[in-house]
């Protein structure tokens, strides 16, 4: 499996990942994962891969962007030789396994999510696409990322939705937190534009005509909050936010059961 992202750091593709990775293993598939060292230091990575059950090889954060692009490749090449069925998640995953996969022939499943197939670029967008059709299976997470390579009549593209741990979200009473806000709304994910939190906070001022006691929590890390304050402030809205950041899987789990 090659992923553009991979836990303890946050990521929806990397959660993903993980699960898959996971459950695999637990299947008696012998798992290798590649991915990169997303902290420079690589301390965290090192102490949540030392758990794993399956193997997962980390390239490490080079300055030289080059240097990690020729490591992805080295080490997918090496494991490959191993490999019956590889997965690619994320936009390098694509280039890579496509890239190799004029090299070996093996199966090459594809994990599309939404973004690394919505470039606005040309040249990255006919990259993808070229990738895409080199992939014996695709997967989309969902039918409106399946809507978006529509054009290119893949010849075996299926929707598997994302899914959850229906135990780990099983909380007793004594975990709900109470929120501010009735109704309350949350996102989770990144603070940044793609994510949508903007177009909700541009909406309060609408909102809060109907709903005068909402409030509305942003939880991720905060990339872009101060910009979106900034907006806030100037709809005189900033009352009706709370960024809670980056928080841990137990915290989400709590503030999740506070918005019901």
Known sequence: MVTSEFPP???????HAYNLAKHLQLNSFLVNVIADNRSFSGEAEHTFDAELKFSIHRIVRYSIRLLMYLKRLTTLFRLIKTSEVIFASGK???WIVAFSSLFY????????????VNFNNTLLKTSIHWSLKRFSKVIAVSNFTKSLVSHLNLKDIVVIPNGFDAEKW???NNTILKLKGQPKLITVGNVTERKGQ?????LLPELIKVYPDLHYHCVGIPTQKDAFL???NLLKVENYITFHGK??????????????
């Open 9 to 15: 750091q946050p990521g929806g593709i990397g959660n």
């Open 92 to 94: 390098f995953s694509l």
């Open 105 to 116: 022939k093996r199966q090459c499943i594809a994990i599309i999510h939404g973004s690394e």
């Open 170 to 172: 099983n909380l007793d």
């Open 198 to 202: 903007l177009n909700v906070i541009q």
């Open 230 to 232: 900034k907006t806030a």
């Open 247 to 260: 928080v841990t899987d137990e915290h989400l789990q709590k503030l999740f059961s506070g918005v019901s």
